[in-house]
């Protein structure tokens, strides 16, 4: 079966330091992969999607950035994080060329003061 | 503007009682519709998914959803609810049909009065 993990569970960071995020997943082949913000009281917002190593799509623009250095493995960092980058990330997977489902990690609390 | 829309933040229901939470879509064509929960702290779970075909989908827990072409909406129903459904709801729809775009609504908060 498949699985997806995300580390860390939380994160604390000062305004300023970088980020690194990482997402990854097991027991599947070529997944797609998306980074999603969900912001206090609001939906979740699509980041950054990838359908392949070293293939990435931005889907707003920000502060932030996304890699993909493996086929199963999805880094979201920053060089310097700002106030408004608090959220939980959530890492999700698709099977590639499916009409299908998204699977979510279990995300990452962001706290930035 | 393509969007979704929940329009109601936070709902209470008693245990044992019935459950309809609306979700309704503005996009010229049929998007492909999911229904996930998310419980507290944690990530997001698919309840069912509609793509086409009969318009009652069935999902995991007992939830069902009817899509409704002149309304444009997906509301989700379950006729009664346990205390442990208590999460965030969220209704989500594929605008481009490939699957890699899914446009969230902010969500209806489930709370179950024992």
């Known amino acids: 079966s498949q699985t997806i993990h995300q580390w860390p569970a939380t994160l604390v960071q000062p305004v300023g330091s970088p980020l690194s995020l990482e997402c990854t997943v097991e027991?599947?082949?070529?997944?797609?992969l998306y980074w999603y913000r969900q912001a206090a009281g609001r939906g979740l917002q699509l980041l950054f999607y990838s359908v392949g190593i070293g293939q990435i799509s931005s889907e707003v623009p920000q502060n932030l950035s996304a890699s993909r250095p493996q086929d199963r493995q999805f880094i979201l960092s920053s060089k310097k994080l700002l106030l408004s980058d608090s959220g939980f990330y959530l890492c999700?997977?698709?099977?590639?060329?499916?009409?299908?489902?998204?699977?979510f990690g279990p995300g990452t609390r962001l706290t930035v003061l | 503007a393509q969007s979704v829309t929940q329009p109601d933040i936070h709902i209470t229901v008693s245990e044992g009682a019935s459950l309809e939470l609306r979700c309704n879509y503005s996009?010229?064509?049929?998007?492909?519709l999911f229904w996930y929960v998310q419980s507290p702290g944690q990530g997001l779970q698919l309840l069912l998914k509609?793509?086409?075909?009969?318009?009652l989908v069935q999902g995991i827990k007992g939830f069902e959803a009817e899509f409704k072409r002149s309304q444009s909406s997906f509301n989700l129903r379950k006729p009664s609810v346990h205390w442990s459904d208590a999460a965030e709801y969220f209704c989500a729809v594929d605008l481009t049909g490939g699957g890699n775009k899914l446009t969230f609504g902010t969500g209806t908060q489930l709370k179950v009065e024992l």
């Open positions: 996009y010229g064509a049929t998007p492909y």
């Open positions: 509609y793509f086409s075909g009969d318009t």
């Open positions: 027991g599947t082949s070529n997944p797609n």
């Open positions: 999700a997977w698709k099977r590639m060329g499916d009409l299908d489902t998204q699977y």
